[in-house]
C-alpha cells in the first residue's frame, strides 16, 4: 500500500499545474490505537481529535511529507524577507495535499474502505492558535521524523515541506522508528532562533501570536495570491534538506 501511495503523490504533482518543485516524498503509517495519539492532548491540543472520532471504525493512520527542491529553500534563505516562490509554493502545495488526500481516499474506496481528512492548514483556533488536527503531530506518530526547536517536525529528508494525513479504516501495518519528541541536534544548533526576523523563537519555546501576526504581514505583503500565511526562515537552516542525526527513544 506504501507504494500506491507513493505512486499517487507523484502522480498527482506531475499530472498538476504546480511550478513548485519537491523531492521524493516520505510516508508513515500509524495504528489509529497508537497511546501517542491520546498523548497529543497533553502535548498539542487539549482538543486535538483522535483518529477514531475523525472516522468511526478507524483503523490506520497515513501521514505523508513532501520535501519542497533545495533551490527553493536556497531562494527563501537568501530573501531579505520571503521570496516570492516560498509564498506562492506555500498556496499550491496546501492545494496539492487536498488533491493527494482526494486521490488516496478514491484508491481506498475502490478497495472498498473509507478515509477521512482535515484540510492542510487553518484548521486552528485563531485565538488559542492550536490546530484540532496537527498534521505534523500526527506525523510524529507515524514514524516521520521529531521537532524541532522551530516547531517544525525534522524528517530524514528535513523539515522544509509539507505534511498531510489521513484515517482510513483499512489495516496498514505501522512503522516502527524509535525517535524522541524533540530532535537532539537542537541541543547544538540555534540557526532557527537566529534567522527568525522578528525574535518569535527563543529557549522557552515559541510566541506563536508574534509569529502569527508575522505570517498574516506576509499575506498582505503578497496580496496578489491567495492565503498565504506562510514565512519559513526558521525552515531553511541546517535541518531543511535533512535531519542533522537520528534520534533515540519513542515517546512524548
Known amino acids: ?3 500506491i501511495i507513493m505512486d499517487i503523490i507523484n502522480d498527482t504533482i506531475r499530472t498538476g499545474n504546480c511550478r513548485t518543485r519537491y523531492r521524493s516524498p516520505l510516508v508513515g503509517f500509524a495504528s489509529s490505537s497508537d497511546p501517542l495519539f491520546y498523548k497529543l492532548r497533553e502535548t498539542a491540543n487539549p482538543d486535538h481529535v483522535l483518529p477514531g472520532e475523525m472516522l468511526p471504525g478507524a483503523q490506520s493512520v ?3 511529507f513532501l520535501p519542497f527542491d533545495n533551490e527553493l529553500i536556497r531562494n527563501n534563505r537568501r530573501d531579505p524577507f520571503v521570496s516570492r516562490e516560498w509564498a506562492e509554493a506555500y498556496v499550491e502545495t496546501n492545494q496539492l495535499i487536498k488533491d493527494i488526500c ?6 481506498l474506496a475502490d478497495m472498498g474502505f473509507k478515509a477521512a481528512y482535515e484540510m492542510p492548514t487553518h484548521n486552528f ?3 488559542r492558535l492550536l490546530s484540532s488536527w ?3 503531530h500526527v506525523a510524529y506518530v507515524c514514524g516521520l521524523g521529531s521537532f524541532g526547536r522551530n516547531t517544525m517536525l525534522i524528517t530524514e529528508k528535513g523539515c522544509a515541506g509539507r505534511i498531510g494525513s489521513l484515517v482510513t479504516d483499512r489495516y496498514l501495518e505501522p512503522d516502527v522508528k524509535a525517535g524522541n519528541l524533540y530532535h537532539p541536534f537542537c541541543e547544538e544548533c540555534d540557526y532557527c532562533i537566529r534567522a527568525c526576523p522578528i525574535s518569535a523563537l527563543g529557549d522557552e519555546g515559541l510566541n506563536k501570536k508574534a509569529c502569527y501576526q508575522r505570517l498574516l504581514e506576509v499575506n498582505e505583503f503578497f496580496d496578489d495570491l491567495p492565503l498565504c500565511d506562510a514565512c519559513g526562515k526558521c525552515a531553511n537552516g541546517p535541518c531543511a534538506f535533512r535531519t542533522p542525526g537520528k534520534s533515540i527513544t519513542r515517546s512524548v
Open 125 to 127: 483556533d485563531s485565538e
Open 102 to 107: 482526494k486521490e488516496i481516499s478514491g484508491q
Open 1 to 3: 500500500m506504501k507504494q
Open 62 to 64: 497515513i501521514a505523508f
Open 134 to 136: 496537527s498534521h505534523k
